[in-house]
């Protein structure tokens, strides 16, 4: 049974530039979540995507999108890349329950590194 | 603001004895909590979770203790092996109609074998 997949593993770019970064969920599941973890900091919740729409989003700004396509998988593309983005992105992915926390599980995350 | 707290950045206990991790939420909208355990390269590893409505769960040698009043909760380790070094994250959800979780920074347990 496949666990979470990320691709690429490690990203390195300039300030400026565009980024896409790629998420395939665990088998079974149709939620994805993405997160943002900075150094010495627990993730922070970007965004959620259930049936190819954002679900629920938090604190950030536009320049911070996706999209989850009809296999479930799923993209987190940011723009005009500042020094600031550099962290690990994570994805996660869960089963869509109502309204209540079901488990979410991790993928290994993809290291951004903007210079 | 942060929602969830963990006030401990680092636990070294000896192996064999009990490993004691706490965490503190402000929000009273949660109901479900979740420990995750995080080696360096890897993501968060689900360990266990609790709901709102039970204030004890226990999955071997892991038992998850749950204090609404005092919004707190604990992750028990016993007995602690040195391959549970690891960051150890609480995490929180349980807002209507949304699953995403609030986490901790993470505290660093270290098992002296």
């Known amino acids: 049974d496949a666990g979470v997949t990320q691709s690429p593993t490690h990203l390195i770019k300039t300030r400026g530039q565009q980024v896409t970064l790629r998420c395939s969920p665990k088998?079974?599941?149709?939620?994805v979540s993405w997160y943002q973890q900075a150094l010495g900091q627990g993730p922070q919740f970007i965004f959620q995507?259930?049936?190819?729409?954002?679900?629920q989003r938090g604190n950030f700004p536009d320049r911070f999108s996706g999209h989850q396509f009809p296999n479930y998988s799923s993209e987190l593309n940011v723009n005009a890349l500042l020094l600031g983005d550099s962290a690990l992105y994570l994805c996660?992915?869960?089963?869509?329950?109502?309204?209540?926390?079901?488990?979410?599980?991790f993928g290994p995350g993809t290291r951004l590194t903007v210079l | 603001d942060q929602q969830v707290k963990q006030n401990s950045p680092s636990l070294s206990v000896q192996e064999g004895r009990i490993s004691i991790l706490n965490c503190d939420y402000t929000?009273?909208?949660?109901?479900?909590f979740l420990w995750y355990k995080k080696y360096p390269a890897e993501g968060p590893t689900f360990l266990i979770s609790?709901?709102?409505?039970?204030d004890k769960n226990e999955d071997g040698r892991f038992t998850v203790f749950l204090n609404k009043s005092a919004k707190h909760l604990s992750l028990h380790i016993v007995p602690s092996q040195p391959g549970d070094s690891a960051v150890y994250f609480c995490?929180?959800?349980?807002?209507?109609?949304?699953?995403?979780?609030?986490f901790g920074t993470g505290t660093r347990l270290t098992v002296i074998p």
């Open positions: 996660a992915s869960s089963l869509w329950v109502s309204g209540r926390g079901d488990t979410q599980y």
């Open positions: 088998s079974g599941h149709d939620t």
């Open positions: 995507y259930y049936e190819e729409e954002e679900r």
């Open positions: 929000n009273s909208m949660f109901d479900y």
């Open positions: 609790i709901s709102s409505i039970k």
């Open positions: 995490a929180a959800s349980g807002q209507t109609g949304a699953n995403n979780l609030f």
